[in-house]
């Protein structure tokens, strides 16, 4: 059963965050469950349809459930959007989502998806204009699975090059790009103002979603 949701989304704050320092699989995921999902299922209701009119296809949500989790506690949570209604894993998507440190809104392609060398090879071919349509604070990583990333704006050319070359010649390469936004940022408590940024960066990202399509 999906959790109720509102038209108003109040952000995120400090017991958010607090989730994800809580002992033990059970422990967290009950605070998860209680705390920080019901907040993605909002953002769901509210970003699923200008998303999907951004894309021009149908947009639809989906919130990580960790159900193959049976002893570690996951480190970090989100909510996925994909043009796909059974899942998101094996296509091109966004993502908004929480380390403890900070959350993440952001563009993924993961290993899972079978056209990630379409996108590899458009990317390589478009690297100029990815260097100036990408601003210099977002962040690329190569593993979904790390907080840390690369700041778009530290890297070379030959850098950015070897991201796509990687995602193209590696079976388990991924990659993400997006914005961080951390932990006590008074953005994160102003619902409107985070949806706004949210909207602000998939429309930045909105050129690399659609390299992901022959």
């Not at 090879?121 to 190569?142: C, G, M, Q, T, Y």
Request: glycine residues 6%.
């Amino acid at each position: 059963m999906s959790a109720a949701v509102t038209d108003v989304f109040n952000g995120f704050n400090d017991s958010d965050f607090e989730v994800f320092e809580i002992e033990g699989l059970e422990s967290r995921m009950d605070a998860l469950i209680s705390r920080v999902r019901p907040k993605f299922h909002e953002l769901g209701e509210r970003v699923s349809k200008s998303l999907g009119e951004l894309c021009d296809d149908e947009m639809f949500t989906h919130v990580a459930k960790h159900a193959r989790r049976t002893v570690n506690p996951p480190n970090d949570s989100w909510v996925a959007f994909a043009h796909n209604k059974r899942g998101y894993k094996a296509h091109p998507h966004f993502q908004i989502g929480l380390w403890s440190t900070h959350v993440f809104v952001q563009f993924a392609i993961i290993y899972e998806c079978p056209n990630k060398n379409v996108f590899a090879e458009r990317a390589l071919n478009e690297l100029d204009s990815i260097r100036k349509s990408v601003p210099a604070h977002f962040v690329w990583s190569k593993d979904h699975m790390v907080p840390t990333g690369l700041t778009h704006g530290d890297l070379s050319d030959e850098d950015l090059a070897e991201l796509m070359s990687r995602l193209k010649s590696v079976k388990a390469a991924e990659l993400t790009c997006g914005i961080h936004i951390q932990r006590g940022d008074p953005l994160l408590a102003d619902g409107e103002a985070f949806l706004h940024r949210v909207d602000e960066t998939f429309r930045t990202l909105l050129p690399l979603y659609r390299m992901a399509f022959a």
